[in-house]
């Protein structure tokens, strides 16, 4: 990964400041952004399940990596989320990220968490993030 930018070094996902966060390290593999997740039992929702607001927010992170290390800077706009499947606290998975779409500021992104011992899908999102305008 590359350096983290000083602003985002409290990221609640990936921010290595941030003690309570979750501590994900992203990494491209081609034309995907990818990490890995071990949820604990503080990431728990109800009966062993994790939450699925710790689901969502992985998967916006591991689309907005990809657009962080293609060295642009963008905020989510809009982002559909289908649940396939609970999450047991303590399950491994896979998060990848890629690019659909790219139009002007618009980017459009897909992201999908898969459980790395039987590769069953437990969420895939679907989201459109738009390039700061800023300089």
Known sequence: ?????????????????NTNGLGLVFRM???VCRSEFVPDEMHC???GVT????????LD??????????GMRAYT???????SDGLPTGTAVSVEGRCSKQRGRLIVMQGKML?????KLIAETNASFMRDSTP
């Open 45 to 47: 929702g109800y009966d």
């Open 29 to 31: 593999d081609g034309d």
């Open 61 to 70: 992170d591991v689309m907005g990596n990809w657009i962080y290390l293609q």
């Open 1 to 17: 990964m590359t350096d983290m930018r000083s602003d985002g070094n409290r990221c609640f996902v990936c921010g290595p400041g």
């Open 77 to 83: 706009a809009k982002c559909d989320i289908r649940y």
């Open 51 to 58: 939450h699925g607001g710790i689901i969502f927010s992985v």
């Open 115 to 119: 459980r790395a011992d039987s590769g």
